[in-house]
């Protein structure tokens, strides 16, 4: 079973609707990430938590909102998606004292 | 400005040659820098992580940084087909809570 995993895998979704992506881990690590990727662009964050009383924004949080409703989970909402938010987007864990990050699969997400 | 730097690519080197990729990074306080490999559709992976000046190798793989230029590169010994990927560049903030990423530049390894 992989260690991180992000349900829905793909979602399209139109205008205003909104949505939630959801990210499990089983590796115990207290870091937890949220980005985005569009081309040409990288990996962007949005939000990221250290632990379940602690949420902290990105580089580009305006329009996501995001919830630690457990250690081992890590949810991102966009309120009312807009056509620009379409992007592939990943969470990510950490351990603490480590640098390495672990992405789950990803989600697409289509906002018509 | 970015603040991390990549070429875009694609960068074509022929099967059993060193693929260069080269990195430029803006914040000078940085400690901690990291090549990350993302095959089409998948989620990146790392693959080094290079904290002081000079070089560190695994394998085929050698990551150098140089903190005074601010540049940290990553060469490919003997390249592979399956190097084929876009690898992406990472620079953790000072602070140690935040990573940013480049853009990635893609590797086309050529049989």
């Known amino acids: 079973d992989a260690d991180v995993t992000q349900t829905p895998r793909n979602r399209i979704t139109k205008t205003g609707k909104r949505i939630m992506l959801e990210c499990s881990q089983t590796?115990?690590?207290?870091?937890m990430y949220w980005y985005r990727q569009d081309p040409g662009l990288g990996l962007r964050l949005i939000y990221y938590?250290?632990?379940?009383?602690?949420?902290n924004k990105g580089e580009i949080s305006d329009g996501y909102s995001v919830s630690r409703q457990a250690q081992a989970k890590f949810s991102l909402s966009l309120e009312s998606a807009i056509p620009n938010q379409t992007a592939l987007y990943f969470c990510?864990?950490?351990?603490?004292?480590?640098?390495?990050?672990?992405f789950g699969p990803g989600t697409r997400l289509t906002v018509l | 400005q970015k603040e991390v730097e990549q070429n875009s690519g694609p960068l074509s080197v022929p099967e059993g040659a060193i693929a260069s990729l080269n990195c430029t990074y803006s914040d000078r306080v940085s400690q901690s820098f990291f090549w990350y490999r993302q095959y089409s559709g998948k989620s990146p992976e790392l693959i080094m992580s290079i904290y002081s000046n000079g070089d560190k190798e695994d394998g085929r793989f050698t990551a150098q940084l140089n903190k005074a230029s601010q540049y940290v590169s990553l060469l490919i010994r003997d390249s592979q087909p399956s190097d084929s990927a876009t690898y992406l560049c990472a620079v953790l903030n000072n602070a140690g809570n935040m990573l940013t990423f480049g853009g990635g530049t893609r590797l086309m390894v050529k049989p």
């Open positions: 938590s250290f632990d379940v009383k602690d949420i």
């Open positions: 590796k115990g690590h207290d870091r």
């Open positions: 990510a864990t950490r351990g603490t004292g480590t640098d390495t990050q672990y």
